[in-house]
């Protein structure tokens, strides 16, 4: 019954390092997205997937690469990590675009 | 404007209470959602709804498609229930299906 896993829980980032947060999901869905979460604002959209091999670009896309290979994984990379990308990350799937969404425990990440 | 609206932003509650927490939206929708996130802790789905009203416990959404207006109850409320109560409606744009969120309803029950 794990879910929706993301790691690491907190990472703390120099600017212009680069880093892969690591999401995967055990239960068969095809569809997975990231989202951030900043203090006031709603979550927002990054990158989403509907299933292995296809990705597309969500709301604030700016920055991140996604990939996804297998049904089970959905890594987001920051290639070149900047302050403004100082955020909550949230990892989710859910069966197909319109089924409940499950939602990993969140990745907090400073970029100093 | 946002798409999707809560209030109130925050709430702070006695012990026993009943709670009222609303949505409002502004765009076509196929679903809504109501989550909830525990400080420091992930975001767990409450309810999903696209008419009418669903029971859970002590929880209790309705959503009103013509008013675009969703609220959610919590009866007889207890410190456990702090939290960030967010609203979420599923809308077709872009090209896509997509979450919109509210901002959160940070709810405190005081014993």
């Known amino acids: 019954n794990a879910g929706v896993t993301q790691t690491p829980k907190f990472q703390v980032l120099k600017t212009g390092q680069s880093m892969t947060l690591q999401c995967a999901q055990d239960m068969n869905h095809e569809y997975m997205s990231w989202y951030r979460q900043d203090p006031g604002m709603g979550l927002r959209l990054i990158h989403y997937?509907?299933?292995?091999?296809?990705?597309d670009q969500g709301e604030v896309p700016n920055g991140y690469n996604v990939s996804r290979s297998t049904t089970e994984d959905f890594p987001l990379r920051l290639l070149s990590a900047a302050p403004s990308q100082t955020s909550v990350y949230f990892c989710?799937?859910?069966?197909?675009?319109?089924?409940?969404?499950?939602f990993g425990q969140g990745t907090r990440l400073t970029v100093v | 404007k946002n798409e999707v609206e809560q209030s109130p932003q925050n709430l702070t509650a006695q012990e026993g209470e009943f709670i009222t927490i609303n949505c409002s939206y502004s765009?076509?929708?196929?679903?809504l959602h109501w989550l909830q996130q525990h400080p420091g802790g992930g975001i767990v789905s409450l309810f999903m709804?696209?008419?009418g009203k669903k029971k859970h416990g002590r929880l209790i959404a309705t959503i009103n498609i013509q008013e675009k207006h969703s609220s959610l109850h919590i009866t007889a409320s207890h410190p456990r229930d702090s939290a960030v109560y967010i609203c979420?409606?599923?809308?077709?744009?872009?090209?896509?299906?997509?979450?919109?969120f509210g901002a959160g309803t940070r709810l405190a029950v005081h014993p």
């Open positions: 979420a409606v599923k809308s077709f744009s872009g090209g896509y299906n997509k979450l919109i």
């Open positions: 709804l696209s008419s």
């Open positions: 765009v076509g929708i196929s679903a």
């Open positions: 989710a799937s859910s069966r197909g675009e319109t089924g409940q969404a499950f």
């Open positions: 997937s509907v299933g292995a091999g296809i990705t």
